[in-house]
């Protein structure tokens, strides 16, 4: 009984013990787990809400869908449909366009072509023209015809209408042109009375003169400068040159100093000028003016081939006397030059500033021929004319120009025939070079 006791107060003990900290636990997490359940089933519950709704949702966005992608379908379809009108229409435009560009292509190769053989024939027809020309003229009978047939050309012509000139005056203004003529009659009255060596004094005095005024500019600006008073000019030219040149000189210096000159180097350009004169009055006196002339035609003309002498001649910065002793070495090396030529030549390389020698050159041979009342005629022909074509060509332009032309002749074989005449600033070109070279300038390009 006793051991039952004990057994029941062991089992309540134990069922206490239990229920005083056993259960509650356990009760607590029964209570808790079935909290879990409800969240769970909760939770369970609301997502089956959500899953319905995105059910819903997702069969209305798959309807839209279905009806974008048949609008996106149709709208594809008709853009197909425009693009396609649009590249056949671009094809079409492209074609045209290709067409005609390879139309225009072959018209450029046809006419490239056609301009090429119209160049190839000309080419080769101009030189067998050229190579028959030269073989013609090769002959001199024939290159004398050419001019004989140039010359009777010449005599068809009118009178020309050009207006010649020569000497000093060509460049100078009306007031300077006055003084000039005024000058140019004092030194004919003066020359009257002069024999060779009084015209030869005359011109190196005036020279010398002229080269003073070069060197001292304040000089010859107070003797150009125009003015009412000319007894004081006169005063200045008698105290500076009196006794160290002669009277005619004197004379000729006061005139000059008393007349209006438009510019003041027109006063140098003026006594120049006058010593140029006495030479060619003497020269005239000796019965030397052709050769005088020949001469100073024939130094331009080798001034002509040769630039580089021409430069050296042209340098009025280098000392005159060295520009002088240059030229009487030329000179000297071509032969025996006539002594008033040579005097010329001196005198105007001496007084050269800033035209060029063979421009000056040149001017003073032309004022040789116009001391007789004649006009320069210069003719370059392929060979020597002979004296009957001279007089005769001579004779055509004294009647075209109205006045006596005197020719001055160049040879330059390369003309081939023909003659290339220049009178003043007219230019008469019947060279058959030069014709030959208006057909090769005619071939197309």
């Known amino acids: 009984m006793s051991t039952f006791i004990g057994q029941l107060i062991g089992f309540v003990v134990i069922v206490w013990l239990l229920g005083k900290f056993v259960v509650p636990p356990v009760r607590q997490l029964m209570r808790n787990q079935q909290e879990a359940v409800r969240l769970a089933l909760e939770e369970s519950a609301t997502a089956a809400q959500k899953l319905a ?47 005609a560009q390879g139309d225009q292509q072959v018209h450029m190769l046809r006419q490239q072509t056609i301009r090429e053989l119209r160049q190839g024939l000309g080419s080769e027809a101009l030189q067998g023209a050229d190579q028959l020309v030269r073989q013609y003229v090769a ?13 009777d050309g010449l005599e068809a012509m009118s009178p020309s209408p050009a207006v010649l000139e020569a000497g000093a005056s060509l460049n100078l203004r009306a007031a300077s042109r006055d003084a000039l003529a005024e000058i140019v009659s004092t030194f004919d009255r003066v020359a009257g009375g002069l024999d060779s060596d009084g015209l030869t004094s005359l011109a190196d005095e005036l020279t010398a003169v002229a080269t003073l005024l070069l060197r001292e500019p304040r000089l010859a600006r107070h003797l150009a400068e125009p003015t009412d008073d000319t007894a004081s000019k006169d005063q200045l030219v008698q105290r500076l040159f009196g006794g160290k040149v002669g009277g005619p000189t004197l004379e000729v210096l006061s005139k000059a100093a008393a007349l209006r000159w438009s510019e003041e180097s027109n006063l140098v350009d003026a006594l120049e000028h006058i010593a140029r004169l006495a030479l060619l009055v003497r020269a005239d006196r000796n019965g030397e003016a052709e050769e005088v002339e020949e001469q100073l035609f024939r130094f331009g003309r080798i001034l002509d081939a040769e630039p580089k002498l021409t430069a050296l001649l042209s340098d009025y910065n280098t000392p005159a006397d060295g520009r002088v002793a240059l030229l009487r070495a030329v000179l000297e090396s071509g032969g025996t030059a006539n002594k008033t030529a040579e005097a010329l030549l001196a005198q105007t390389i001496g007084l050269i500033r800033g035209e060029r020698a063979d421009e000056a050159v040149v001017d003073l041979a032309e004022l040789a021929v116009a001391r007789g009342g004649e006009v320069v005629a210069h003719v370059s022909a392929a060979a020597e004319l002979t004296a009957q074509q001279r007089e005769r060509l001579a004779a055509v332009l004294t009647r075209i120009y109205g006045t006596p032309v005197s020719v001055q002749l160049n040879v330059d074989p390369a003309l081939l025939g023909g003659l290339l005449i220049t009178v003043g600033d007219e230019v008469i070109d019947g060279s058959i070079s030069s014709r030959l070279a208006a057909a090769r300038t005619g071939l197309p390009d």
């Open 139 to 151: 002959d001199p009978a024939a290159q004398a015809s050419t001019v004989d047939r140039f010359i």
């Open 53 to 99: 709704s995105a059910d819903v949702m997702h069969a209305k966005a798959l309807e839209e869908a279905k009806l974008e992608a048949a609008k996106v379908t149709e709208e594809a379809r008709t853009d197909s449909v425009r693009i396609a009108d649009q590249l056949r229409e671009q094809a079409a435009i492209e074609a045209e366009r290709v067409k």
